[in-house]
Protein backbone atom coordinates (compact mmCIF):
# COMPACT_ATOMS: atom_id res chain seq x y z
CA UNK A 1 0.00 0.00 0.00
CA UNK A 2 1.24 3.60 -1.07
CA UNK A 3 1.57 6.02 1.91
CA UNK A 4 -0.34 8.66 0.69
CA UNK A 5 -2.75 7.62 -2.59
CA UNK A 6 -4.23 9.17 -4.81
CA UNK A 7 -6.81 9.28 -8.40
CA UNK A 8 -4.14 9.91 -10.80
CA UNK A 9 -7.45 11.43 -12.83
CA UNK A 10 -7.19 13.17 -15.19
CA UNK A 11 -10.70 15.13 -14.06
CA UNK A 12 -12.11 16.99 -16.74
CA UNK A 13 -14.17 19.84 -15.39
CA UNK A 14 -15.95 22.36 -17.46
CA UNK A 15 -15.40 25.86 -16.09
CA UNK A 16 -17.42 26.84 -13.16
CA UNK A 17 -18.24 23.41 -11.87
CA UNK A 18 -17.32 22.40 -8.51
CA UNK A 19 -14.79 19.33 -8.07
CA UNK A 20 -13.28 17.61 -5.20
CA UNK A 21 -10.29 15.53 -4.70
CA UNK A 22 -9.80 12.84 -1.92
CA UNK A 23 -6.21 11.25 -0.60
CA UNK A 24 -5.48 8.53 1.45
CA UNK A 25 -2.58 7.95 4.18
CA UNK A 26 -1.20 5.28 5.86
CA UNK A 27 0.56 6.62 8.36
CA UNK A 28 -1.12 7.43 11.77
CA UNK A 29 1.00 9.58 13.67
CA UNK A 30 1.30 11.77 10.28
CA UNK A 31 0.22 15.41 12.23
CA UNK A 32 0.33 17.95 9.17
CA UNK A 33 -0.76 18.29 6.05
CA UNK A 34 -0.55 19.99 2.68
CA UNK A 35 -1.76 20.36 -0.61
CA UNK A 36 0.42 21.84 -3.50
CA UNK A 37 -0.22 22.25 -6.92
CA UNK A 38 2.16 21.58 -10.04
CA UNK A 39 1.93 23.13 -13.27
CA UNK A 40 3.49 21.53 -16.21
CA UNK A 41 7.41 20.90 -16.07
CA UNK A 42 7.26 23.33 -12.87
CA UNK A 43 8.15 23.17 -9.20
CA UNK A 44 5.06 22.37 -7.12
CA UNK A 45 3.70 25.43 -5.30
CA UNK A 46 1.72 25.60 -1.64
CA UNK A 47 -1.69 25.74 -2.42
CA UNK A 48 -2.87 25.41 1.46
CA UNK A 49 -1.83 23.88 4.79
CA UNK A 50 -4.45 21.94 5.95
CA UNK A 51 -5.60 22.13 9.32
CA UNK A 52 -7.86 19.78 12.29
CA UNK A 53 -10.93 21.80 12.25
CA UNK A 54 -10.85 22.50 7.78
CA UNK A 55 -9.70 25.66 6.13
CA UNK A 56 -11.07 27.88 3.44
CA UNK A 57 -8.96 29.74 1.42
CA UNK A 58 -11.40 31.74 -1.76
CA UNK A 59 -12.78 28.70 -4.15
CA UNK A 60 -10.41 26.50 -2.16
CA UNK A 61 -11.92 24.23 1.02
CA UNK A 62 -9.81 21.80 3.07
CA UNK A 63 -11.16 19.05 5.18
CA UNK A 64 -8.89 16.28 7.01
CA UNK A 65 -10.75 13.52 8.28
CA UNK A 66 -8.08 11.55 11.02
CA UNK A 67 -10.28 8.88 12.11
CA UNK A 68 -10.30 7.50 8.56
CA UNK A 69 -7.02 9.21 7.39
CA UNK A 70 -7.79 11.04 4.24
CA UNK A 71 -7.86 14.74 3.13
CA UNK A 72 -10.43 16.25 0.39
CA UNK A 73 -9.55 19.46 -1.53
CA UNK A 74 -12.75 21.15 -2.81
CA UNK A 75 -12.65 23.76 -5.56
CA UNK A 76 -15.80 25.84 -6.49
CA UNK A 77 -16.60 27.60 -9.57
CA UNK A 78 -13.45 26.53 -11.26
CA UNK A 79 -11.56 28.40 -13.77
CA UNK A 80 -9.26 27.07 -16.45
CA UNK A 81 -6.41 28.81 -14.50
CA UNK A 82 -6.94 26.06 -11.86
CA UNK A 83 -5.87 23.44 -14.28
CA UNK A 84 -2.45 21.80 -12.88
CA UNK A 85 -1.99 18.62 -11.09
CA UNK A 86 -2.55 18.56 -7.20
CA UNK A 87 -0.65 17.02 -4.76
CA UNK A 88 -1.42 16.12 -1.35
CA UNK A 89 1.29 15.67 1.13
CA UNK A 90 1.73 14.26 4.47
CA UNK A 91 4.86 14.63 7.21
CA UNK A 92 5.52 11.23 8.68
CA UNK A 93 4.85 12.44 12.15
CA UNK A 94 6.89 11.26 15.46
CA UNK A 95 9.45 9.84 12.56
CA UNK A 96 10.61 12.99 11.47
CA UNK A 97 8.82 16.58 11.58
CA UNK A 98 11.62 17.34 8.78
CA UNK A 99 10.13 14.74 5.87
CA UNK A 100 7.06 15.06 3.89
CA UNK A 101 5.39 12.30 1.67
CA UNK A 102 4.19 13.17 -1.24
CA UNK A 103 1.16 11.84 -3.28
CA UNK A 104 1.88 11.20 -6.85
CA UNK A 105 -0.66 13.71 -7.44
CA UNK A 106 -4.26 14.00 -9.42
CA UNK A 107 -4.73 15.83 -12.51
CA UNK A 108 -7.18 18.60 -13.25
CA UNK A 109 -8.09 19.88 -16.68
CA UNK A 110 -10.78 22.30 -17.11
CA UNK A 111 -12.79 23.06 -19.97
CA UNK A 112 -14.14 25.78 -21.34
CA UNK B 1 10.53 37.94 1.40
CA UNK B 2 12.02 34.91 0.41
CA UNK B 3 13.00 33.65 -2.62
CA UNK B 4 15.09 30.41 -3.67
CA UNK B 5 17.51 29.75 -6.86
CA UNK B 6 18.61 27.02 -8.83
CA UNK B 7 20.62 26.81 -11.71
CA UNK B 8 21.17 25.41 -14.61
CA UNK B 9 16.93 24.92 -15.58
CA UNK B 10 18.13 22.56 -18.37
CA UNK B 11 21.35 20.25 -18.25
CA UNK B 12 22.56 17.40 -20.67
CA UNK B 13 25.39 15.19 -19.51
CA UNK B 14 26.87 11.98 -20.45
CA UNK B 15 26.67 8.82 -18.64
CA UNK B 16 29.91 8.90 -16.39
CA UNK B 17 29.78 12.74 -15.94
CA UNK B 18 29.99 14.47 -13.17
CA UNK B 19 27.08 16.70 -11.67
CA UNK B 20 27.24 19.36 -9.81
CA UNK B 21 23.70 21.37 -9.17
CA UNK B 22 23.61 24.80 -6.94
CA UNK B 23 20.43 25.94 -4.60
CA UNK B 24 20.77 28.67 -2.64
CA UNK B 25 18.04 30.30 -0.78
CA UNK B 26 17.55 34.40 0.51
CA UNK B 27 15.65 36.35 3.02
CA UNK B 28 15.39 33.06 6.06
CA UNK B 29 18.70 31.69 8.20
CA UNK B 30 19.12 28.60 9.01
CA UNK B 31 16.54 27.21 7.05
CA UNK B 32 16.20 23.08 6.50
CA UNK B 33 16.97 22.10 2.41
CA UNK B 34 16.21 19.48 0.78
CA UNK B 35 16.56 17.81 -2.66
CA UNK B 36 14.58 16.06 -4.66
CA UNK B 37 14.30 14.11 -7.74
CA UNK B 38 10.56 13.89 -9.95
CA UNK B 39 10.83 11.52 -12.38
CA UNK B 40 8.73 12.00 -15.47
CA UNK B 41 5.07 11.25 -14.38
CA UNK B 42 5.95 10.57 -10.82
CA UNK B 43 5.81 11.97 -7.26
CA UNK B 44 8.68 13.33 -5.37
CA UNK B 45 11.44 11.58 -4.19
CA UNK B 46 13.31 12.77 -1.25
CA UNK B 47 17.01 12.70 -1.92
CA UNK B 48 18.35 14.72 0.71
CA UNK B 49 17.74 16.92 3.82
CA UNK B 50 19.81 19.65 5.88
CA UNK B 51 18.70 21.10 9.29
CA UNK B 52 22.13 23.12 9.42
CA UNK B 53 25.69 23.56 7.95
CA UNK B 54 27.38 20.14 7.60
CA UNK B 55 24.57 18.30 8.18
CA UNK B 56 23.52 15.70 5.56
CA UNK B 57 20.62 13.24 6.14
CA UNK B 58 20.25 10.86 3.01
CA UNK B 59 17.48 9.09 2.02
CA UNK B 60 17.87 7.07 -0.82
CA UNK B 61 21.53 4.93 -1.11
CA UNK B 62 22.55 6.14 -4.84
CA UNK B 63 25.50 7.58 -6.53
CA UNK B 64 24.08 11.26 -5.16
CA UNK B 65 25.72 13.02 -2.37
CA UNK B 66 25.25 16.40 -0.67
CA UNK B 67 26.75 19.65 0.72
CA UNK B 68 25.85 22.44 2.74
CA UNK B 69 29.42 24.81 3.29
CA UNK B 70 27.47 27.64 4.16
CA UNK B 71 23.84 28.50 5.96
CA UNK B 72 21.83 28.88 2.42
CA UNK B 73 23.78 27.04 0.39
CA UNK B 74 22.76 23.56 -0.47
CA UNK B 75 24.59 21.77 -3.71
CA UNK B 76 24.00 18.20 -5.03
CA UNK B 77 27.06 16.20 -6.68
CA UNK B 78 27.65 12.89 -8.29
CA UNK B 79 31.08 11.35 -9.86
CA UNK B 80 29.47 9.68 -12.20
CA UNK B 81 26.00 9.92 -13.86
CA UNK B 82 23.77 6.70 -14.84
CA UNK B 83 21.37 6.65 -17.20
CA UNK B 84 18.47 6.59 -14.20
CA UNK B 85 19.91 9.75 -12.79
CA UNK B 86 17.63 11.91 -15.64
CA UNK B 87 15.03 13.50 -14.30
CA UNK B 88 13.87 17.19 -12.48
CA UNK B 89 15.76 18.04 -9.48
CA UNK B 90 13.91 20.09 -6.91
CA UNK B 91 15.54 22.20 -4.32
CA UNK B 92 13.50 23.68 -1.25
CA UNK B 93 13.49 25.33 2.11
CA UNK B 94 11.57 25.05 5.31
CA UNK B 95 11.24 26.32 8.85
CA UNK B 96 9.08 24.49 11.21
CA UNK B 97 6.26 25.91 12.89
CA UNK B 98 4.26 24.98 15.52
CA UNK B 99 0.30 25.39 15.39
CA UNK B 100 -2.54 23.88 16.97
CA UNK B 101 -2.75 21.03 15.06
CA UNK B 102 0.61 20.15 15.18
CA UNK B 103 4.89 21.14 13.83
CA UNK B 104 3.64 22.00 10.09
CA UNK B 105 6.68 22.10 7.86
CA UNK B 106 5.37 23.88 4.41
CA UNK B 107 8.10 23.26 1.83
CA UNK B 108 8.97 26.34 -0.79
CA UNK B 109 10.57 24.88 -4.39
CA UNK B 110 12.99 26.68 -6.48
CA UNK B 111 12.18 26.44 -9.95
CA UNK B 112 13.95 22.97 -10.53
CA UNK B 113 16.99 21.69 -13.17
CA UNK B 114 15.84 19.14 -15.83
CA UNK B 115 18.40 16.77 -16.31
CA UNK B 116 18.78 14.34 -19.20
CA UNK B 117 21.82 11.88 -19.10
CA UNK B 118 22.11 10.51 -22.08
Known amino acids: RKEVEQDPGPFNVPEGATVAFNCTYS??????FFWYRQDCRKEPKLLMS?????NEDGRFTAQLNRASQYISLLIRDSKLSDSATYLC?????????????WGAGTKLIIKP | SQTIHQWPATLVQPVGSPLSLECTVEGTSNPNLYWYRQAAGRGLQLLFYSVGIGQISSEVPQNLSASRPQDRQFILSSKKLLLSDSGFYLC?????????????????FGPGTRLTVL
Open chain 1, 50 to 54: VYSSG
Open chain 2, 92 to 108: AWSVLSLRTSGIYNEQF
Open chain 1, 89 to 101: VVNMGWKSNYQLI
Open chain 1, 27 to 32: NSASQS
